[in-house]
């Protein structure tokens, strides 16, 4: 069910968010040089390696790490880079992977290749046992400002209690947070 939930919400949202899709695009092709969307090797369920992708927010030169773990990741910043962090309009073009099967709309959200302690982490507690989400209980709990271990720890709350309300509580949350510009550092 969770499946079919996912592809009939995508296609909904690819249709209503269309223009503003394109619209992005444009945005980030005319503001710096480099390709519009940038895919990263993100870790997908049973810890499987898939290509994510998203607007490109930071500079072609930035190092392929995870933001908090660069000095000064303002630095890297494209001219709408944090307004498309932000905004989280540099996540739209995720609703590839829900279509192609390698994210869900709500799951823990997928580490970077070589994001090795949360990689083992969350190994330990069988959350790589589903798919990652384009938002999660640890997105609308603090995203960007929490540690490692309390990511985890918001995943395993969800896996052991994910039902199809609980993704409807985290969606309509998401949407609040978002809107409000709540945890996001950079």
Request: net charge positive.
């Amino acid at each position: 069910m969770k499946r079919a939930f996912d592809l009939f919400l995508a296609l909904i949202a690819a249709n209503i968010l269309f223009v503003p899709i394109v619209l992005t695009a444009i945005c980030v092709r005319l503001s710096s040089p480099g390709p519009v969307v940038y895919w990263s090797n993100r870790v997908g369920r049973y810890n499987r390696i898939f290509k994510m992708p998203k607007f490109r927010s930071m500079r072609i030169d930035t190092p392929a790490v995870a933001t908090h773990l660069l000095s000064n990741p303002d630095q890297y910043l494209t001219p709408i880079g944090s307004f498309l962090r932000k905004s989280s309009l540099d996540e739209l073009p995720q609703l590839w992977s829900i279509l192609n099967g390698d994210m869900s709309f709500v799951g823990p959200r997928p580490a970077l290749y070589n994001q090795d302690d949360l990689i083992a982490l969350r190994s330990e507690r069988q959350i790589d046992r589903i798919l990652p989400g384009l938002t999660g209980w640890a997105q609308i709990n603090g995203r960007d400002e929490l540690p490692i271990p309390a990511k985890v720890e918001l995943d395993a709350y969800y896996v052991q209690h994910q039902s199809f309300w609980l993704d409807i509580k985290i969606l309509f949350l998401t949407f609040y947070k978002v809107v409000r510009r709540d945890g996001v550092t950079h």
